[in-house]
């Protein structure tokens, strides 16, 4: 089975310092890897994805992902953080066992950029 | 294009009872999951749609049921209510293309959710 795991719950960061959330996964095959964010309140937010090609992704918003297959890493960063950043992250992957379009999501990280 | 829209956003329902939601895609999108976000489980996958037929279906009971009509509009409809069944149900469009066409893995967009409160 495909998964992601976000190993911190939460991020401190100083207003414009770089910021990094973590994301491992483990899939057989070919990763198809995903970052969301998410407001109070809100659904989720599309920020960037990897299917294949260049290492470093970029999305929205400033953000950018590094994806490292020896170490199985999809960090999610950001060179100068923004107040407005304070959110809740969501590493997912794409879940091709029973095919379809099906997204397993890790559990989330919740940033919080102080200035 | 106008987003993913969800309705209602709100709702209150005892237990026992049924509730039904509503998800309508981004225009040309065919395929519409949905998930349940609670506290504790987090994100987790119910079912997906895709040109009306069920094509993925995620580990929930069969009180958990869905649909999708011919101009792609889903909805989801939970029978039974308990209490655990409180959650922020979320519905996703995507530009999907058949399953295992690698080409078409497009990301998905969600809507804002319906938040479901069982007393």
């Known amino acids: 089975a495909q998964s992601v795991a976000q190993p911190e719950d939460q991020v401190n960061v100083a207003e414009g310092n ?75 992957v794409r879940d091709l066992t029973g095919g379809g379009n099906k997204l397993t999501f890790g559990t989330g990280t919740q940033l919080k950029v102080e200035l | 294009k106008a987003g993913v829209t969800q309705t209602p956003r709100y709702l209150i329902k005892t237990r026992g009872q049924q509730v039904t939601l509503s998800c309508s895609p981004i225009s040309g999108h065919r395929s519409v999951s949905w998930y349940q976000q609670t506290p504790g489980q987090g994100l987790q996958f119910l ?25 792609s509009r889903s909805e989801m409809n939970v029978s039974t ?33 319906t938040r479901l409160t069982v007393l």
């Not at chain 1, 109070?40 to 992704?57: E, S």
């Open chain 1, 18 to 92: 770089p910021l990094t959330v973590k994301c491992t996964y483990s899939v057989s095959g070919n990763p198809y890897l995903f970052w969301y964010v998410q407001y109070p309140n809100r659904g989720l937010q599309f920020l960037l994805k990897y299917i294949t090609g260049d290492n470093l992704v970029k999305g929205s918003y400033g953000f950018e992902a590094e994806f490292n297959k020896s170490q199985t890493s999809f960090h999610l960063k950001k060179p100068s953080a923004l107040v407005s950043d304070s959110a809740l992250y969501f590493c997912a």
């Open chain 2, 47 to 71: 079912f997906e749609y895709f040109s009306e037929t069920q094509r993925n279906k995620g580990n929930f009971p069969g009180r958990f049921s869905g649909r999708q009509f011919s101009n």
């Open chain 2, 81 to 113: 209510l308990e209490l655990g069944d409180s959650a922020l149900y979320l519905c996703a469009s995507s530009l999907e293309g058949l399953a295992g066409d690698r080409s078409s893995y497009n990301e998905q967009f969600f809507g804002p959710g």
